[in-house]
């Protein structure tokens, strides 16, 4: 079983920045690829960015490739995301997944693959 709880999320104008941060329990962080998915009302959820177990492999989404950047640190069970040059459309509710893997180098992105998901942290962009 592992929790996930994210933090970071909040009000921010357009071309500004966030980190947002995902804290998993357990001790076993390091056999989980990561996800980051968002969910804007009336909308699909939507890949956002992923990384392996060791993080050797990322994956972004199109929306969001260029701007947004993936890292996590095993030591700390903590995923990133660390978004730049954020836009009106960035506005979300964002969740963090984990993916139980055997393969260290492999990302997931699709919803269906992953087996934890935390609450979810509000993003707004202002224009």
């Known amino acids: 079983q592992v929790q996930l709880v994210e933090s970071g999320g909040g009000l921010v104008q357009a071309g500004g920045s966030l980190r947002l941060s995902c804290a998993a329990s357990?001790?076993?962080?390091?056999?989980?690829?990561m996800g980051w998915f968002r969910q804007a009302p009336g909308k699909e959820r939507e890949f956002v960015a992923a990384?392996?177990?060791?993080?050797?492999?990322?994956d972004y989404g199109d929306s969001v490739q260029g701007r947004f950047t993936i890292s996590r640190d095993n030591a700390k069970n903590t995923v990133y995301l660390q978004m730049d040059n954020l836009k009106p459309e960035d506005t979300a509710v964002y969740y963090c997944?984990?993916?139980?893997?055997?393969?260290?180098?492999?990302?997931?992105?699709?919803?269906?693959?992953?087996?934890?998901w935390g609450q979810g942290t509000q993003v707004t962009v202002s224009s």
């Open positions: 997944a984990a993916a139980s893997s055997s393969w260290s180098r492999t990302t997931y992105n699709r919803g269906h693959e992953y087996n934890y």
């Open positions: 357990g001790r076993t962080f390091g056999s989980y690829a």
């Open positions: 990384i392996s177990r060791s993080a050797f492999s990322t």
